[in-house]
């Protein structure tokens, strides 16, 4: 298993550029979310999906876009790169916690370290 | 969901137990809590999780205030590789959105 594949690693983007941070999992997890961490900062959410089809905003969605069309894949979407963007970026994917089934919580990728310049 | 209170850091003595305090309390009946970890730039690592009563597993134990209102994490033979920011997170909705607060840098030493 490859767990969640985050690409690129890193990137460099100037202002007002657009780009999709690509984020996979081979789990068959119906959670998937996308977290920023700020240096020296705890990590805030973005963007959650429950499912394929179905996302929601998290604390601070302004800026991005995401979708889930395959249970697989969640892309994360910056519309007009800010320097205030400039982050690391993780994508995380667990299973639905439920009585009687194991639970290993959210399998976090190895993030993609983005800097806006 | 939940706040949580944590300590900003702590230190431990490699070897002894590291035990780590969270405060939570506003935790709702249907609300869980969840303790990740983050190891110097890597994505955070899930630890345990409970309800009501105290779990363990291979990594760590896990023991909740029968109120709810606190947990205290607890890592029975601290070694330096647990050096890390740990995060205690109160969440229901079966854990889709999970909110990470400031969490608890432990350094552990020699």
């Known amino acids: ?117 | 969901d939940a706040k949580t209170t944590q300590p900003t850091s702590m230190d431990c003595a490699e070897g002894r137990a590291a035990n780590l305090p969270c405060n939570h309390s506003t935790i709702s009946g249907n609300e869980y809590v969840y303790w990740y970890r983050q190891i110097h730039s890597q994505g955070p690592q899930y630890i345990i999780h409970g309800l009501k009563n105290n779990e363990t597993n291979e990594m760590a134990s896990l023991i909740i205030t029968e109120d709810r209102k606190s947990s205290t994490l607890i890592l029975p033979h601290a070694t330096l590789r647990d050096t890390a920011v740990y995060y205690c997170i109160v969440s229901g909705n079966a854990g889709n959105m999970l909110t990470f607060g400031g969490g608890t840098r432990l350094m552990v030493k020699p």
Request: charged share 15%; glycine share 10%; net charge positive.
């Open chain 1, 1 to 117: 298993n490859a767990g969640v594949t985050q690409t690129p690693k890193f990137q460099v983007l100037k202002t007002g550029q657009s780009m999709t941070l690509q984020c996979a999992q081979d789990m068959n997890h119906e959670y998937m979310s996308w977290y920023r961490q700020d240096p020296g900062m705890g990590l805030r959410l973005i963007h959650y999906s429950v499912g394929a089809g179905i996302t929601d905003q998290g604390e601070v969605p302004n800026g991005y876009n995401v979708s889930r069309s395959t249970t697989e894949d969640f892309p994360l979407r910056l519309l007009s790169a800010a320097p205030s963007q400039t982050s690391v970026y993780f994508c995380a994917s667990s299973r639905a916690l439920s009585r009687g089934k194991a639970y290993y919580g959210y399998t976090f990728g190895s993030g993609t370290r983005l800097t806006v310049v």
